[in-house]
Nanobody, 115 residues
Framework: QVQLVESGGGLVQPGGSLRLSCAAS????????MGWYRQAPGKQRELVAR???????NYADSVKGRFTISRDNAKNTVDLQMNSLKSEDTAVYYC?????????WGQGTQVTVSS
């Protein structure tokens, strides 16, 4: 089992920045891709960004150029730097870790972008 603990969520004004962090523990040797998903009120969960073990990345079009995902394999962490935040970014953000045949999820952290 993999445990994922998220931190860094909160309230931020439009145009501001926020950094989310996710720490993985447990059976982590088999983790391949890690990423961030989000779910806004009344919306389906969507991919925000993901990163492979070797550093390859994918971003949702809505966040490309504003968000940056990074990974520290030595510390077993994945971060999401969010800049130029918009009200549309308001959602619960979930950390994800993929293993063969499994998806592990964090508990979610609320990000609210409002003035």
């Amino acid at each position: 089992q993999v445990q994922l603990v998220e931190s860094g969520g909160g309230l931020v004004q439009p145009g501001g920045s926020l950094r989310l962090s996710c720490a993985a523990s447990g059976i982590i040797f088999s983790i391949s891709t890690m990423g961030w998903y989000r779910q806004a009120p009344g919306k389906q969960r969507e991919l925000v960004a993901r990163i492979t073990r070797s550093g390859g990345t994918n971003y949702a079009d809505s966040v490309k150029g504003r968000f940056t995902i990074s990974r520290d394999n030595a510390k077993n962490t994945v971060d999401l730097q969010m800049n130029s935040l918009k009200s549309e970014d308001t959602a619960v953000y979930y950390c994800n870790a993929r293993r063969p045949g499994w998806d592990d999820w964090g508990q979610g952290t609320q990000v609210t972008v409002s003035s």
